[in-house]
């Protein structure tokens, strides 16, 4: 039966609304025949309380919480969300997933909305979000929504632990620049001095990442050549073609690469299958994540590991730190460079 209210099981039931009421909220001075008699029509009409009603009237907690993420199709998030849903369902909440589809539409303003006409008791945020964006979630947490984030160490401002817990936010921060100096040196050691780089949307926090790509470089001794850096890509295999292509022609000599995410290092992957160039004989690669697709490719890629699942397990054990009345705090996630098969010293005719 579809629809059915309280009312509906008064009237079959024969008591009043409010011993329905008394019932459902296990109050203790309902007669046992009558609260027999009441759970009996309850179960043979199908009726389903309210829970969102409940807890406005209760003003207490709704065990539920927000989950922002950024294109749940693309394996990097899909699994930051599994670990966040698997740790909240092993503590009794239920997720509330929205997925922010289009990075230049700032949907996040409305996203933000709906969690809080829902009354959820958290939100987890894990992408990149524009600054006004990371302010609003400072006034969620004003209006008693606890946050936590996901982000890439160096995005929004020097001061970045600072600032996240004067808004009040727990944050889980990826140190993606560690993951690019240890891909810079690795190739170093191997002889390159010619490393190209495709970005990911200009839209994304690529900034970090060029300057640590930059600062590597200055380390290892090596010339930054901006000749060798291909922005404003998208991050899907197609964009890992289109990248390699626009690299190759402008003839840098590149002879390794490194790519924004291990979609786009398949991408660059199947450019130079098709090209006749080798991958490590000809041009080294290194890919960003370690998707599990990373490990099946031919040969296996080399790329920098970002535990994802464990960063969405460790967001919402911050979140509901916050919520049971802890304090916000900032923990730094390192990557590992994984070494596989696309990566090899620098080819003899490049390096006599």
């Not at 509906?8 to 329905?20: I, P």
């Not at 969102?52 to 003003?59: E, F, I, S, W, Y």
């Not at 006004?132 to 947490?141: D, T």
């Amino acid at each position: 039966m579809s629809n059915v209210t309280m009312k509906d099981v008064a009237e079959k039931a024969g008591v009043s609304v409010s011993t329905v009421s008394r019932v459902l909220n296990n109050r203790c001075w309902v007669r046992p025949e009558v609260r027999e008699r009441v759970w009996a029509v309850i179960r043979e009409i199908g009726y389903q309380p309210n829970l969102d009603a409940q807890t406005l009237v209760k003003g207490g907690a709704t065990r539920q919480i927000g989950l922002l993420v950024w294109d749940i199709t693309s394996p990097y998030y899909a699994e930051i969300a599994l670990g966040v849903e698997e740790a909240a369902y092993q503590a009794g909440y239920m997720v509330m997933l929205c997925n922010y589809l289009d990075f230049g539409r700032r949907d996040e303003d409305r996203y933000i909305e709906a969690f809080l006409r829902r009354r959820v008791d958290g939100v987890v945020v894990a992408m990149a979000l524009s600054p006004a964006g990371i302010e609003k979630l400072g006034l969620m947490v004003k209006r008693g929504i606890k946050v936590a984030v996901c982000r890439e160490r160096g995005w929004l401002r020097v001061d970045e632990d600072d600032y996240a817990i004067e808004l009040g936010l727990s944050a889980v921060d990826v140190d993606t620049r560690a993951g690019i100096k240890k891909s810079v040196d690795h190739l170093a050691t191997l002889g390159h001095t010619r490393i190209g780089y495709l970005f990911g949307p200009s839209e994304m926090p690529g900034q970090p990442r060029l300057e640590a790509f930059k600062a590597a470089l200055a380390e290892r001794g090596l010339v930054y050549d901006p000749a060798l850096i291909i922005t404003g890509l998208g991050y899907r295999q197609a964009s890992g073609v289109r990248g390699m292509q626009e690299l190759m022609a402008r003839r840098a000599g590149v002879t390794a690469v490194l790519a924004f995410n291990d979609l786009i290092a398949m991408g660059v992957m199947s450019y130079c299958y098709e090209q006749g160039i080798r991958i490590p004989e000809d041009i080294s690669l290194i890919g960003f994540d370690n998707i599990e697709q990373s490990m099946y490719t031919c040969p296996p890629l080399t790329t920098v590991n970002i535990p994802r699942e464990e960063i969405g397990r460790e967001l919402f054990r911050s979140l509901l730190n916050t919520i049971k009345g802890g304090h916000p705090e900032i923990q730094i996630i390192t990557p590992n460079l994984v070494l596989r098969g696309t990566t090899a010293f620098v080819p003899a005719r490049i390096s006599e």
